[in-house]
């Protein structure tokens, strides 16, 4: 795991991580932290030692074990516009002496209240919007690169999805150091720019919250699917070119309704050719009850996966995606 200076802040989801930085803060999502770690299932079931249920979200149980694991004394918590179950987390949090820090998206979407939640961000850490603009516009380049390396994947055809996964989804709290990462992210793009394009069969879009699950990317490529857009890795990254930091987040299509959703994944399927979507739902999770949603918006196929805890795909999953992808012949 990452190592942990005094000013670090754990995110339980994506903000604007431009406060943080102009307030001299080391963002740390805690969900990467978490299943990147070397066991993530233990981290599970740490929490589920300590009290949590097991019919409750794996990633809240690992967040949780995360924080306790690495010493974090300060969150920041994202309630609504992300997961309910934050808010008992954050309680959890609060009786064990960690400093809570409380960010919510408003819903419906309201863009003079979100510039009132951004400032009460700014103001709780000691900054200003008008400093973490300064940053905002400090992140463009990186931001231009992240996006360079998401055409690459499904223009050129030279980045492979778990490739564009993994420096899309990194992008909430850049590595915790926006330098290097920045270099690494340039670097790949110039070494991906050199390659030969690849070749699949079929193209395919990722909907939902990053995967619990691993190898489900190369699983894909093996039946010859490629994913060539990964929906909300893709937003974490601020596709959108926007004015300030207000128009920005509220670009952002995780944390509002499933319209903003719907409009950018259809996009999508039109621009990036897709012949089918893979839409992940995490077991107890309310996004699953907007499966039906999206279906009735998109005339593409689509298949539904559930996972619980961090395991390597599972056999029912593998037979389901394998019919899928011969559905796409039909």
Same mark, same amino acid.
């Given at each position: ?6 000013? &670090? ?8 991580? @431009?406060?943080?930085? =102009? ?14 770690? @070397?066991? !993530? ?8 030692? *300590? ?42 949090? +609060? ?6 820090? %409380? ?7 309201? &863009? ?6 951004? %400032?009460?961000? +700014?103001?709780?850490? #000691?900054?200003?919007?008008? +400093? =973490? ?29 778990? @490739? ?34 690849? /070749? ?17 990317? =190369?699983? $894909? ?17 601020? !596709? ?17 309704? &499933?319209?903003?959703?719907?409009? %950018? ?12 979507? /893979? ?14 949603? $999206? ?10 996966? @559930? ?7 599972? #056999? *029912? ?7 899928? /992808? ?5």
């Amino acid at each position: 795991m990452r190592p942990i200076g005094p000013n &670090t802040i754990g995110l339980t989801a994506t903000v604007p991580v @431009e406060v943080l930085l =102009a307030a001299g803060a080391t963002p740390l999502d805690l969900n990467n932290v978490f299943i990147t770690s @070397e066991d !993530p299932t233990a981290l599970v079931a740490e929490a589920e030692h *300590r009290g949590f249920p097991i019919n409750c979200c794996a990633w809240i149980k690992g967040i949780y074990a995360t924080v306790r694991r690495l010493g974090i004394r300060r969150v920041i918590g994202v309630a609504q516009g992300d997961c309910s179950n934050t808010h008992a987390l954050m309680e959890v949090l +609060a009786s064990e002496g960690i400093e809570v820090i %409380d960010f919510n998206y408003p819903y419906p979407k309201d &863009t003079c209240v979100l510039a009132a939640a951004i %400032d009460g961000l +700014a103001a709780r850490l #000691g900054t200003t919007r008008g +400093a =973490a603009e300064a940053r905002r516009e400090h992140l463009a380049g990186v931001r231009r690169t992240l996006a360079g390396i998401d055409r690459l994947t499904w223009q050129d055809d030279k980045v492979a999805g778990e @490739e564009n996964h993994l420096w899309l989804v990194g992008s909430s709290d850049f590595g915790g150091n926006v330098a290097d990462y920045a270099g690494r992210a340039e670097a790949f793009l110039e070494e991906a720019r050199a390659r030969e394009p690849l /070749v699949s069969r079929y193209r395919l879009g990722y909907l939902g919250i990053p995967p619990i699950c691993s190898g489900l990317y =190369a699983f $894909l490529e093996d039946l010859d699917a490629r994913v060539v857009f990964n929906e909300f890795q893709r937003q974490f990254s601020m !596709p959108t070119e926007s004015a300030d930091l207000i128009e920005q987040y509220a670009a952002y299509t995780y944390p509002y309704g &499933t319209d903003g959703r719907i409009e %950018d994944i259809r996009r999508a399927v039109g621009e990036r050719r897709l012949d089918g979507l /893979v839409h992940y739902v995490q077991s107890f999770c309310f996004r699953h009850i907007q499966d039906r949603l $999206l279906r009735e918006a998109v005339d593409v196929p689509i298949v539904t996966l @559930e996972f619980d805890r961090p395991l390597p795909l599972d #056999g *029912r999953s593998r037979t389901r995606l394998e019919a899928f /992808v011969e559905m796409l012949d039909t």
